[in-house]
């Protein structure tokens, strides 16, 4: 396969997109999994082989970076190619209002996230109008039920999951998301095995319908269906690792609770659905086990149909790890590697695992650290379909220069060619509901907590122990000049900006 980069215009394309069908992509984003909880990244606890093998295979990336430090801002930065600076999403901010019974179960009658921006087009817009299949199978988290940003209205072909976060902090819920062939808009499929059971107390962990394993079986049978005449995009946006930690009671699970026999207990948290587990531990190993088991189911279904060769496989979390329902990451990261868990703009919070996997594309057995981010996406996938001035076609003439384009393409990175990789000059992050904001331009990180800046030197200081603002004033300063550069008000999300 000829895989040799042509020179088009400022894109670097490769070779093959005018001379072959274009490649089916399958983006499998996980939820609150830590930088430091796959094997392949050192992981001494939980065994994931398929991941792993998926890493062997493939390119793995150890400076891979979210959007965002939590989950809707994150995957708004993934879909819009925008950092959180200038993307409308940049907080876990939701809607919820009425009241509706299932079989007594009470329930929110509209929940979901604030919308992201339809001025501003989104990644499955752009394939879908390059000639692919599109559908989304998990969490949303883009636009509250009704809104004007659900996935009927935003270029997915099918959707199956969660519209709702919220909702989706329980795995046994009472109702999930669909979108497909013959429907009009997004509509409610109640879990009618589920609702049999009360949704509180001892009752709860009687119901059957666990979401992740639905979803996964719907995810499947929209890659079953897949015949290879018209390329296919996926984003199976799995809430596993997710609190609650609560799962099935089978073989997996069992294996834990045998490998922890001293666990910890959680007793449930009052107004979060996060219900109380005695097995901490063993609850949250099994369920990274269980995603991987569904990583392997995928690549063997993509195996069995002939289309492994001409899909690229992308494996990566929406942000780092949570403590959130009894969860605890400091016993699954002794080794304390990295600062912060979700909710931090240290690298702790925003440093995610990133693999892709392209049989004869993709180098095998290749790790890599160019600095990677979640906007950096968009590009890369423009580049993939030959789809060549992506900004110049897609941006909002009402908005002009307003409507921003963040990312730079690695598919030179992906393709083995790290001479013709374009880098960023600087990568930035903002969240409100910590007050932080973050800036990394080479090895120098930035972080400014309520409008009070931190530096830190990555190159000697990983773990961002060590604040060297006092020794380098002149580098804060200019680093507090790309703050202002890059941050546009959003009266939905407000950040201190430091003086």
């Given at each position: 396969?000829?895989?040799?980069?042509?020179?088009?215009?400022?894109?670097l394309?490769?070779?093959?997109?005018s001379?072959?069908?274009?490649?089916?992509?399958v983006f499998?984003?996980?939820d609150?999994?830590g930088?430091?909880?796959?094997?392949?990244y050192?992981?001494?606890?939980?065994?994931?082989?398929?991941?792993?093998?998926?890493?062997?295979?493939g390119?793995?990336?150890?400076?891979?970076?979210?959007?965002?430090?939590?989950?809707?801002?994150?995957?708004?930065?993934?879909?819009?190619?925008?950092?959180t600076?200038?993307?409308?999403?940049?907080?876990?901010?939701?809607?919820?209002?009425?009241?509706?019974?299932?079989?007594?179960?009470?329930?929110?009658?509209?929940?979901?996230?604030?919308?992201?921006?339809?001025?501003?087009v989104?990644?499955?817009?752009i394939?879908?109008?390059?000639?692919y299949?599109?559908?989304?199978?998990?969490?949303?988290?883009?636009?509250?039920?009704?809104?004007?940003?659900?996935?009927?209205?935003?270029?997915?072909?099918?959707?199956?999951?969660?519209?709702?976060?919220?909702?989706?902090?329980?795995?046994?819920?009472?109702?999930?998301?669909?979108?497909?062939?013959?429907?009009?808009?997004?509509?409610?499929?109640?879990?009618?095995?589920n609702?049999?059971?009360?949704?509180?107390?001892?009752?709860?962990?009687?119901?059957?319908?666990?979401?992740?394993?639905?979803?996964?079986?719907k995810?499947?049978?929209?890659?079953?269906?897949?015949?290879?005449?018209?390329?296919?995009?996926?984003?199976?946006?799995?809430?596993?690792?997710?609190?609650?930690?609560?799962?099935?009671q089978?073989?997996?699970?069992?294996?834990y609770?045998?490998?922890?026999?001293e666990?910890?207990?959680?007793?449930?948290?009052?107004?979060?659905?996060?219900?109380?587990?005695?097995?901490?531990?063993?609850?949250?190993?099994?369920?990274?086990?269980?995603?991987?088991?569904?990583?392997?189911?995928?690549?063997?279904?993509?195996?069995?149909?002939?289309?492994?060769?001409?899909t690229?496989?992308?494996?990566?979390?929406?942000n780092?790890?949570?403590?959130?329902?009894?969860?605890?990451?400091?016993?699954?990261?002794?080794?304390?590697?990295?600062?912060?868990?979700?909710?931090?703009?240290?690298?702790?919070?925003?440093?995610?695992?990133?693999?892709?996997?392209?049989?004869?594309?993709?180098?095998?057995?290749?790790?890599?650290?160019?600095?990677?981010?979640?906007?950096?996406?968009?590009?890369?996938?423009?580049?993939?379909?030959?789809?060549?001035?992506?900004?110049?076609?897609?941006?909002?003439?009402?908005?002009?220069?307003?409507?921003?384009?963040?990312?730079?393409?690695?598919?030179?990175?992906?393709?083995?060619?790290?001479?013709?990789?374009?880098?960023?000059?600087?990568?930035?992050?903002?969240?409100?509901?910590?007050?932080?904001?973050?800036?990394?331009?080479?090895?120098?990180?930035?972080?400014?907590?309520?409008?009070?800046?931190?530096?830190?030197?990555?190159?000697?200081?990983?773990?961002?122990?060590?604040?060297?603002?006092?020794?380098y004033?002149?580098?804060?300063?200019?680093?507090?000049?790309?703050?202002?550069?890059?941050?546009?008000?959003?009266?939905?999300?407000?950040?201190t900006?430091?003086?």
């Amino acid at each position: 396969m000829d895989t040799k980069l042509l020179r088009f215009g400022l894109a670097l394309v490769p070779a093959w997109v005018s001379a072959q069908k274009q490649p089916n992509i399958v983006f499998i984003l996980c939820d609150d999994m830590g930088w430091g909880d796959l094997g392949c990244y050192g992981q001494r606890y939980i065994e994931t082989p398929n991941i792993d093998r998926m890493a062997r295979e493939g390119m793995q990336f150890m400076q891979a970076y979210a959007g965002s430090p939590v989950s809707a801002p994150s995957r708004a930065s993934l879909m819009t190619g925008q950092h959180t600076g200038h993307c409308e999403i940049r907080g876990n901010k939701e809607y919820r209002s009425g009241v509706v019974e299932y079989n007594g179960n009470k329930d929110y009658a509209v929940v979901g996230q604030h919308p992201l921006d339809t001025a501003h087009v989104v990644l499955p817009e752009i394939l879908k109008r390059n000639g692919y299949r599109t559908a989304q199978f998990g969490k949303w988290a883009g636009g509250y039920e009704g809104s004007i940003s659900t996935p009927d209205k935003r270029g997915v072909d099918e959707f199956y999951g969660y519209i709702c976060q919220f909702e989706a902090h329980t795995y046994y819920p009472n109702f999930l998301n669909k979108f497909g062939e013959g429907d009009k808009e997004v509509t409610r499929e109640i879990q009618e095995q589920n609702i049999q059971h009360s949704f509180f107390g001892e009752d709860y962990y009687n119901r059957p319908q666990y979401s992740a394993d639905v979803i996964h079986r719907k995810a499947m049978d929209w890659l079953e269906r897949q015949d290879g005449k018209q390329p296919f995009y996926g984003l199976f946006t799995y809430t596993i690792p997710h609190a609650e930690l609560v799962q099935p009671q089978d073989s997996i699970l069992a294996y834990y609770k045998s490998k922890f026999s001293e666990d910890k207990m959680f007793r449930g948290q009052d107004g979060s659905w996060y219900h109380a587990t005695p097995n901490v531990h063993a609850q949250f190993a099994a369920m990274i086990t269980r995603l991987d088991k569904y990583v392997g189911e995928i690549m063997e279904k993509l195996e069995e149909k002939g289309l492994s060769e001409n899909t690229i496989l992308i494996f990566s979390s929406d942000n780092g790890p949570h403590e959130e329902g009894g969860a605890d990451p400091t016993f699954f990261n002794r080794d304390g590697v990295l600062r912060g868990i979700k909710r931090s703009c240290h690298e702790g919070g925003i440093r995610i695992p990133f693999i892709v996997r392209w049989p004869g594309h993709v180098p095998a057995q290749a790790r890599n650290n160019h600095p990677i981010a979640f906007y950096d996406i968009m590009p890369t996938f423009c580049d993939i379909v030959g789809e060549q001035n992506y900004v110049d076609k897609y941006r909002n003439p009402r908005l002009g220069e307003r409507d921003y384009f963040d990312g730079i393409s690695f598919l030179p990175t992906l393709m083995g060619k790290d001479a013709a990789q374009r880098s960023h000059d600087y990568l930035y992050w903002e969240f409100n509901e910590t007050d932080q904001i973050a800036v990394r331009q080479a090895n120098w990180k930035l972080i400014v907590k309520s409008g009070r800046a931190e530096l830190y030197d990555l190159a000697q200081d990983i773990h961002e122990d060590h604040d060297v603002a006092a020794e380098y004033p002149h580098k804060v300063m200019e680093m507090i000049q790309l703050v202002h550069a890059s941050h546009v008000d959003n009266p939905h999300f407000h950040v201190t900006l430091p003086d």
